[in-house]
């Protein structure tokens, strides 16, 4: 078994919990100052803890650290179990810096109902966080479930769009879909391993416990259904085309803060990280599986791009971007080698940074101009140039440009999926340069040129707290881009010891891949 | 056969719950009768009071192990009966405190109201001890009777007569065909206990029989395609009324489906499962469907609760040891949400004298604990965790998909997306619409009482399920003999995506 690093106290129990008695605490304050600062002082000592463990993780390491595990309902064998290892403790992090910023960001733009929006947020902050350092998987889908709640009432309520309405429920309704069939995936895992330990006559038979289950064999058959049952769960919520069709809904009709936390959290491509991979090796290696998920993901990339192209609407480019970048993410997680692993990792976070930031633009848009569309445009960065120098900088970072965190990531991506087939690479480069032509291009009419007369005079540029979000934003991005090795060095203990599974696993022969159950 | 009528201390012992339930119903029925004065709220509290000692009767025959059978084994008191009786009394005490609000509407006889509760519970207790036919149909109708009574009691308004009616008709036709499929199964065998019948040969006269009780069942339970009554009574019937009968009476019928299914037609499991899968997809799928149309929240818990029934099948279908767990915990967990919910449509119905779902739009403004209350009741029901109905959902599908039943499991869960789509609706209403009138609503002690212990229940059972998951294990302990193919020690042939 692993060995488990902790601290002398709870630290993981302390970051799911502490916003949700956050929350609680909410309920009882009144005044709206003093409501915002009590939510800005939970989301930065959230951020505290957040760093404490990102410091005290030891790198270049596979255990599974700051371990807690208790006993919850031994009946049916699900544990309270608590982890981070080197590819979850990066998203504690990113999680507890974005929802900091989206407090800042939501400070003076939500105008109604803001103790319950600022709950909701917290609540978000908890299942997300909740999600991250789940290692029992009944655990993992209580917050993956819990999170729908929150993010259902932020889109439906404090969303800008005439349809956040439809959005919500789509987005609740397509989610649930896809994790139910994740749950039915869950416990095939927990069957197998019950016949398991029934004939090794071991004392629990029960069991839904990440490494518990890895010890355990599973055939290939029942792996390629579990393979595919949780697939949906985690395509739907990724998503990966074609289970798209919620997300720029979602992310055009919530406000902001939402489509920040939406975007910049890759729970779906996570998924596959933590749990697919590792508990089903020899399904996600077999050729079947690869190819099809390998299609679905250049698809993704190349529609997602040529759809963004032509949206005028800054929020809708950035939602098909967004469907293109996750595209980048599952070419390089079946990839299946060290790099695509890694840059898939990477970019994860990094998109955290870049496309949430985005979002944060397009939100500093909406509110100098009532709308994002291109229409209301033109000549923007002679009325505002630190906007739009930051929206530059960001938005390089979202193509790739060499010295952004994006170009990283993009470049480990691509190395892996040539070595895994030249044509996976050769089709994603297709992705980079369509993803630098729509930012670009609609930069360049919003932004340059001469001064549109729909843009008034009046309009000012960023204010204090914009900039604090946008500098810290883009410190991030250069930090990543300039000096990644530390970064690099947290993830590459869990990315190598997940090759090695990997590895180890039996490659599928073509025969026993034909039986592939349909969708 | 011959039945030995002579009571010993002991045989009287394993009675005494129904006996002291029996007795404290006369009383209660005597004091409204002495005491012109009493009010109907201290007549309540009396026949709690009742339930209350009768339930810690039960609470000390469960710790210390107090097991047995009587008359010729046509009653059976053990830990199953006992969860079961449990589960009875603590739906009628929650009714009951629902009621007292509801009683004054009532034009005649308030005091009998509350006799005629809990007479009915003490019918169903006995149909959680039912062990051979004759008690069975014995038991079933005792409890209905009351309920005949109980659905039409707003006697003033004709959606309760109509509600009453057609509930009494159906009724007794569904008894007609248990007594006609008691007979067949008894000429065919020539038993009457169930645990005497296991392994009689299938002969078609029994297989007949058999389909006619569990039709009969059916009708409890209200599974399609014996649901037809269920809309409508619920509908007319007095609130309270319906939230008892939302509840109790499938309780106690499933006692008896479990008894019938998994001891007297053991051997025959393969045929049965088919028959009980059709029903479970039946159900669930017409009971989610049709509620998405619903505008009367009394209608859509009606619809909900015949998909919640569909449910609760899919671990009878497993037919397992764990499936019978999953039933028992499953239907402890829909207790509480479903009377919890009930509590609410009580508290807004007081106030605002409607059940319709338009009505309410903007509860979060006028009340949020019931809002949230209702939230949550709702969230359980359908399923989202950390809540009971969650785990209870969970336990049912490991059980199921732990017998290969694919097929099941697959409508099931795309019935729950179903389901979210309409409670999602509700929510919809109380949190985002603007109210109609902001006037807050006024809730009342008692009904308070019930969201209380309701939010309690759904929330504890939710986040630390472990005592009562080993409750329920321990009550099943007479099916551990119940073997299903994936738990026998050799891993399954048939591969898995079939």
Redesign the interface.
Same mark, same amino acid.
């Given at each position: 078994m692993l060995e488990e690093f902790s601290f002398g106290f709870p630290i993981l129990s302390y970051l799911i919990f502490l916003p949700l008695v956050g929350a609680a605490v909410l309920w009882l304050i009144d005044d709206e100052d003093l409501l915002k600062s009590t939510t800005l002082g939970i989301t930065l000592v959230e951020l505290a803890l957040a760093c404490l463990v990102l410091v005290r993780f030891v790198p270049d390491s596979a255990a599974m650290q700051f371990a807690e595990h208790a006993r919850w309902m031994p009946a049916l064998g699900i544990g309270y179990h608590l982890a981070v290892d080197g590819i979850s403790v990066l998203f504690v992090g990113l999680t507890a810096f974005l929802t900091v910023l989206v407090v800042v960001y939501s400070w003076d733009t939500i105008r109604n109902q803001v103790r319950l929006y600022f709950m909701a947020l917290l609540a978000l902050e908890t299942t997300t966080i909740g999600i991250f350092v789940s290692i029992d998987l009944i655990l993992f889908f209580v917050f993956w479930e819990l999170m729908l709640i929150p993010s259902y009432f932020l889109i439906k309520l404090w969303g800008g769009g005439a349809d956040r309405h439809y959005a919500a429920l789509k987005y609740v309704l397509y989610t649930l879909l896809g994790s139910v069939f994740m749950l039915v995936g869950i416990a095939l895992l927990d069957i197998n391993y019950h016949q398991w330990a029934v004939t090794h006559h071991l004392d629990h038979v029960y069991s839904f416990d990440l490494l518990e289950l890895l010890s355990v064999p599973i055939p290939l058959s029942q792996q390629i259904l579990i393979f595919w049952l949780m697939f949906m769960g985690f395509a739907f919520k990724a998503p990966v085309f074609p289970f798209h069709t919620w997300l720029p809904d979602a992310l055009v009709e919530g406000p902001i803060g939402m489509a920040v936390m939406l975007a910049g959290m890759k729970l779906g491509t996570y998924g596959f990280l933590r749990f697919t991979f590792p508990l089903v090796p020899d399904a996600s290696k077999s050729e079947g599986v690869v190819a099809i998920v390998m299609v679905l993901a250049l698809s993704a990339i190349l529609y997602g791009a040529v759809v963004a192209l032509v949206q005028s609407d800054f929020k809708r480019l950035l939602a098909f971007s967004s469907i293109s970048h996750l595209g980048f993410v599952v070419v390089g997680l079946f990839a299946l080698n060290f790099q695509g692993l890694q840059g898939s990792l990477l970019t994860m976070i990094n998109l955290g940074f870049s496309t949430a930031g985005l979002f944060f633009m397009a939100g500093f848009l909406t509110t100098r101009q009532q709308s994002s569309h291109l229409s209301s445009f033109g000549g923007f960065a002679k009325q505002a140039p630190l906007l739009a120098t930051f929206l530059l900088l960001i938005g390089m970072a979202s193509i790739g440009l060499p010295g952004t965190n994006g170009f990283v990531g993009e470049f480990l991506i691509l190395l892996g999926a040539f070595k895994a087939k030249w044509w996976f690479g050769a089709v994603a480069v297709l992705g980079v340069i369509f993803g630098a032509a729509y930012f670009l291009w609609y930069y360049e009419r919003a932004m340059l040129g001469p001064l549109s007369k729909n843009v008034s005079a009046a309009v000012k540029d960023l204010h204090m707290r914009e900039i604090t979000i946008a500098l810290s934003l883009s410190i991030m991005i250069l930090w990543i881009g300039l000096y990644p090795s530390p970064f690099l060095r947290m993830m590459n203990g869990s990315i190598q010891a997940l090759v090695d599974r990997l590895d180890r696993a039996k490659v599928a022969s073509v025969d026993t891949v034909t039986h592939v159950p349909a969708k | 056969m011959t039945f030995s009528l002579t009571l010993s201390a002991s045989d009287l012992l394993l009675l005494l719950p129904e006996l002291f339930l029996t007795l404290w119903l006369c009383v209660v029925l005597a004091v409204d009768f002495s005491f012109k004065r009493i009010v109907q709220e201290q007549l309540a509290y009396l026949t709690i009071f009742g339930v209350i000692i009768t339930l810690a009767c039960l609470a000390w025959f469960d710790m210390t192990g107090i097991t047995g059978t009587l008359f010729g084994k046509m009653f059976v008191v053990d830990r199953m009966a006992i969860f079961f009786k449990v589960m009875i009394l603590l739906a009628t005490i929650l009714v009951i405190l629902l009621s007292i609000d509801y009683v004054h509407r009532f034009s005649l006889f308030r005091g009998e109201y509350y006799f005629l509760v809990a007479m009915s519970a003490l019918g169903m207790m006995f149909m959680a001890s039912a062990n051979d036919l004759l008690s069975l149909f014995v038991t079933l109708e005792f409890a209905t009777f009351g309920f005949y009574v109980l659905v039409s009691y707003l006697r003033d308004d004709m959606a309760s007569n109509e509600a009453g009616l057609k509930f009494f008709i159906l009724g007794v036709f569904a008894a007609g065909l248990l007594a006609y499929g008691i007979s067949l199964v008894y000429g065919e065998t020539g038993k009457l206990v169930f645990s005497d019948m296991t392994g009689a040969a299938p002969t078609t006269g029994l297989v007949i029989g058999f389909l006619l009780i569990f039709a009969a069942l059916g009708f409890k339970i209200g599974a399609v395609p014996f649901h037809s009554w269920i809309p409508d009574t619920y509908h007319g019937a007095p609130t309270p009324v319906t939230a008892f009968l939302s509840i109790a009476p499938k309780v106690a019928a499933f006692a008896i489906l479990l008894r019938l299914f998994l001891v007297a037609l053991a051997t025959f499991k393969p045929a049965w499962a088919l028959l009980i899968v059709a029903a479970s997809i039946l159900s669930m799928t017409y009971g989610n469907i049709v509620a998405i149309a619903q505008r009367n929240i009394k209608r859509l818990l009606a619809y909900s609760g015949i998909a919640q029934v569909g449910n609760v099948l899919i671990g009878l279908a497993a037919g397992t040891k764990m499936g019978t767990d999953s039933i028992l915990f499953y239907l402890l967990t829909y207790l509480f949400a479903n009377l919890g919910a009930f509590a609410v449509i009580m508290a807004i119905s007081n106030s605002v004298g409607s059940d319709e779902i338009d009505d309410y739009r903007g509860l979060n403004r006028r009340s949020p604990f019931l809002a949230f209350a209702m939230l949550i009741f709702l969230?359980s029901l359908a399923g &989202?965790?950390?809540l009971a109905g969650?785990?209870g959902k969970? !336990?049912i599908?490991?059980a199921a998909? =732990?017998e290969g039943l694919y097929i099941l499991?697959?409508v099931g869960? &795309?019935n729950? &997306?179903v389901s979210?789509?309409y409670y999602?609706i509700v929510v =919809?209403k109380m !949190?985002?619409n603007e109210p109609l009138d902001s006037s807050p609503i006024k809730t009342t002690g008692p009904l308070r009482a019930v969201i209380y212990v309701g939010l309690a229940g759904t929330l504890v059972i939710g986040i !630390?399920?472990?005592p009562f998951?080993?409750w329920a &294990?321990a009550a099943t302990l007479m099916f551990s003999n119940l073997i299903g193919p994936?738990?026998s020690?050799t891993?399954?042939v048939t591969?898995?995506?079939g």
């Open positions: - | 969230l &989202v965790p950390p969650f785990i969970l !336990y599908f490991v998909i =732990k499991i697959t869960l &795309v729950i &997306v979210m789509y999602l =919809k !949190y985002i !630390y399920p472990q998951l080993d &294990v994936a738990a020690l891993p399954p591969p898995f995506g």
